[in-house]
């Protein structure tokens, strides 16, 4: 496939890495000369220097040949104007990144529909949706809903006290009478292990389960942790993305703090939140947070417009005895050292705006796909075709690559769990954990 993108800072670097890994034509167009030599330097991509809104610059980088149009740069206008060219020229999909929330109402005359653009991604909407998820799975680091919600892949950290600790896979395969799971993934100091059954289990390893969400309470008794849903939240910063979950954690049985050092800002975040009680204080004033009781909170959500006050405010209060802290940052390539700092789910909004555009990218067989934060493997949604060939075989007999477990089938809207011996079927879905550089060949597979 023949893709253009706009725009070389974060988003736009981390899409040109990821699916000129798969293996598609990728040109990257940018003002900033010294960004495309970087990215040039370590990717097989082509770039061209110039105003992705300009139609002579489009039609350098090929735009009547592409098939896949994407404006991820800083400025919204460039954006919708470079993909308002792009409908033009006849390209078939287009993805822009805006900021401004208005042009994603159903009433602005600026809409997706009105403009012709498949997909418009705002970074906070898809921060503040990330957030809610996890308050759902608050002793989880990651949860993704698949298969229209009926299969979950969650992962937890072991800690040194956990019932786990000490057991390789074969051991566990034993329980699947008990327990309905896979276990695709591990993730060891930093890097993701497809496991095999003598791996063991060790205390601070992060794995993932494919799970039906119903069973998610006894894979979490399995593990020797319970999730409850949160009965006191603070939240760190009254921008877009503190408001949005406020607003929306306030339809949940919690005790809401909203903290922000504006006092213009904090009148009216009082004027537009009912069950929320808005704090104009320093969210670094141990002093004071102490006083508001962030000792006996469930989970800090440290979402100012500043990384190091969000990671400062996380860590403080983690010391003071919160449970739980999602930290929203701007580099991705944070991520791992915040981990090591005690920090239990750091964010990076540009990653997941960046994952969203991947998840639409990536239809046809591909019914939908999940990056994992903070790792190099991804969950994806296949349907099987009648045609292929290895339909009324199973699992077993089936070439997956090395590097790819399918943890689920969804056959007639009912989802379960695979063995070995599961015969597949035309149009079932399965759900498939494979590591990022496999993926292109698990396309390959099910395209043949």
């Not at 725009?7 to 990257?28: M, R, W």
């Not at 497809?194 to 993932?208: H, L």
């Not at 915040?338 to 994952?355: E, F, Y």
Request: negative net charge.
């Amino acid at each position: 496939m023949r893709i253009l993108i706009v725009g070389a800072g974060a988003v736009g670097g981390h899409l040109c890495g990821q699916l000129s890994l798969e293996g598609h034509d990728v040109t990257l167009i940018d003002t900033d000369l010294e960004k495309l030599r970087k990215i040039e330097n370590d990717l097989n991509i082509m770039t061209i220097q110039g105003n992705g809104a300009s139609a002579e610059i489009l039609e350098e980088a090929g735009i009547k040949k592409a098939d896949l149009f994407i404006a991820v740069t800083n400025i919204d206008e460039v954006n919708l104007i470079a993909c308002i060219l792009a409908k033009e020229y006849g390209v078939a999909r287009k993805v822009a990144r805006v900021r401004n929330e208005e042009y994603l109402s159903a009433s602005s005359p600026l809409n997706s529909s009105r403009l012709g653009i498949d997909l418009l991604i705002n970074p906070d909407t898809a921060m503040s949706e990330e957030i809610l998820k996890i308050c759902s799975h608050l002793e989880a680091f990651e949860a993704v809903e698949l298969a229209k919600g009926d299969i979950t892949l969650i992962g937890y950290e072991i800690r040194p006290e956990s019932p786990m600790c000490g057991i390789n896979l074969m051991d566990l395969r034993d329980l699947k009478g008990l327990y309905d799971f896979v276990v695709p993934a591990i993730v060891r100091q930093d890097k993701t292990i497809v496991p095999r059954g003598e791996d063991e289990i060790r205390p601070g390893d992060k794995i993932y389960f494919i799970v039906r969400r119903n069973d998610i309470p006894k894979i979490e008794e399995l593990i020797g942790v319970k999730s409850q849903a949160p009965k006191k939240v603070f939240i760190i910063g009254g921008g877009h993305v503190g408001y949005n979950v406020a607003k929306a954690l306030e339809e949940r049985d919690c005790e809401l703090f909203l903290i922000d050092e504006d006092p213009k800002r904090c009148e009216r975040l009082v004027e537009k939140l009912d069950k929320t009680i808005v704090l104009n204080i320093d969210g670094l004033d141990g002093h004071e947070l102490r006083s508001e009781g962030i000792d006996t909170c469930d989970v800090v959500i440290a979402v100012t417009d500043e990384d190091t006050t969000n990671i400062l405010a996380s860590l403080l209060a983690k010391h003071l005895g919160a449970k739980k802290c999602i930290t929203r940052i701007s580099r991705p390539d944070f991520i791992p050292l915040l981990g090591k700092l005690g920090i239990d789910v750091p964010l990076s909004a540009r990653l997941v705006a960046a994952n969203m555009i991947l998840r639409f990218v990536r239809r046809g067989t591909i019914l939908s796909a999940a990056t994992l934060l903070g790792s190099n493997a991804e969950v994806l949604e296949f349907v099987v075709s009648s045609m292929w060939p290895y339909v009324e075989r199973p699992l077993k007999d089936i070439p997956f690559p090395k590097g790819a477990n399918v943890g689920a089938i969804v056959r007639n809207g009912e989802a379960e769990i695979p063995t070995g011996q599961t015969v597949i079927r035309p149009k079932d879905k399965l759900i498939v954990f494979t590591l990022k550089e496999v993926a292109p060949k698990l396309e390959r597979l099910f395209a043949s």
